[in-house]
């Protein structure tokens, strides 16, 4: 089909063209040739079963066990319906903190289960929620769990949020949209025993498969994830029927996750050592960056965020760098999914006010990734 045909019964398309508009786009999605598809799907015409949990969808789960070896990977649509999933399964009621600092879908996820959410402030080095917050909802708010986010998909060490869970008594969820291709390394090193933790597999991901998401949860509670997940339908699970919602993942769609998955390994090294580059430059222009030189295994990297110091602008810089032909994001921003307060949260406002996001690409050399850093840091400089 052209794009010319795509007329006759579009509206408009003006949103797709956005990335052409640019040399250097914010993301550049890699999905794998559709042949490459065909081995797995194979399985789902054998059976006759395409979608609610297949054979497809279980193969890609028991490929990650390896990543998460004491709990169990599921998949869901999205990676917002499995932040859900598993609030309906723990039959969380009352609030569910969340951090100031986060992108929209965190909000919405809580909003879904028919719950409302809080909002804590943040760790100024980390962007993660402070486990002060996770003490202070509990013990005044009514706070029946909390989705602590890694912020850009960066994993980050969460036991003082973790402990605080402890401690109150209330379930921790992860949201870790971004954070999915790390190797089990760095997984094993950063994950929180018994916890939740979603990853979003959306083709502006690392591990991006079109639209998809993945939720890892202790195997005691696996069916009722399954089960909120599928209407509280799943007969191995212990929800009411009609609990939870239309949240599974497809079997086309695990078809191309396990492509991506085979590929993800030297991917996620290319992203790696893109971001490294950029780490080193933002470091020469003392800038502050998300991660320590040296450290960016602990990200499969979406993008590459940069502080700004006080007094820049950052509309400015995005729209210096969008006239050179380079997009850059303003990510997390504006502060909170509904309007919150900056005295009240100080810090995620400041991360929100200040922080900018470089793309990140695949297999690229040294050239590009000067080219990059050239125009971000000559947009820097007409401040």
């Known amino acids: 089909m052209t794009a010319s045909a795509l007329q006759d019964f579009t509206p408009s398309k003006s949103h797709w063209q956005i990335p052409a508009q640019y040399r250097l786009p914010f993301v550049k999605p890699r999905i794998p040739a559709l042949h490459r598809l065909e081995k797995y799907f194979e399985l789902s015409r054998e059976f006759g079963y395409f979608s609610n ?35 309906v399964a723990l039959r969380v009621t009352g609030s569910v903190l969340i951090p100031a600092f986060t992108f929209a879908a965190t909000a919405s996820a809580v909003h879904a289960a028919g719950l409302e959410p809080l909002f804590g402030d943040v760790d100024p080095i980390t962007g993660v929620l402070r486990a002060e917050c996770v003490e202070a909802a509990t013990r005044n708010s009514g706070c029946g769990a909390v989705i602590a986010v890694r912020p850009y998909g960066l994993w980050s060490d969460l036991s003082d949020v973790a402990a605080a869970c402890t401690k109150a008594g209330v379930p921790l969820i992860v949201d870790g949209a971004a954070a ?42 696996e069916d009722d994830v399954r089960s909120a997940l599928n209407f509280g339908l799943w007969a191995d699970g212990s929800l009411p029927r009609g609990s939870g919602f239309n949240g599974k993942m497809d079997e086309l769609s695990a078809s191309m996750a396990c492509a991506v998955l085979e590929d993800m390994p030297v991917r ?25 030189p040296g450290s960016e295994e602990i990200a499969p990297w979406q993008c590459f965020p940069v502080r700004l110091p006080e007094g820049m602008n950052p509309e400015a810089i995005v729209a210096a760098a969008g006239r050179s ?59």
Do not use: M
Request: with cysteine; hydrophobic share 40%; charged share 15%.
């Open 53 to 87: 949990f297949g054979p497809v969808s279980y193969h890609f789960e028991n490929a990650l066990a390896s990543y998460f070896p004491a709990r169990r990977a599921i998949t869901s649509s999205n990676c917002t319906v499995g932040l859900s999933a598993a609030l």
């Open 180 to 221: 999915l291709g790390v190797t089990p390394q760095v997984i094993k090193r950063f994950a929180v025993p018994n916890s939740f933790e979603a990853f979003s597999l959306h083709s502006t991901k690392p591990f991006g498969i079109g639209e998809g998401g993945l939720v890892v949860v202790p195997p005691y509670i």
């Open 268 to 292: 996620a090294l290319q992203r790696q050592r893109f971001a490294a580059l950029l780490n080193k430059g933002a470091r020469r222009r003392g800038l502050e960056t998300f991660c320590l």
């Open 325 to 383: 032909g380079l997009q850059i994001r303003r990510y997390y921003y504006p502060l909170g999914p509904v309007p919150l307060s900056a005295e009240r949260f100080p810090v995620a406002s400041r991360l929100s006010d200040s922080t900018v996001c470089l793309p990140v690409y695949e297999g690229a050399d040294a050239g590009l990734v000067d080219e990059v850093w050239g125009i971000f840091e000559e947009a820097i400089a007409r401040q």
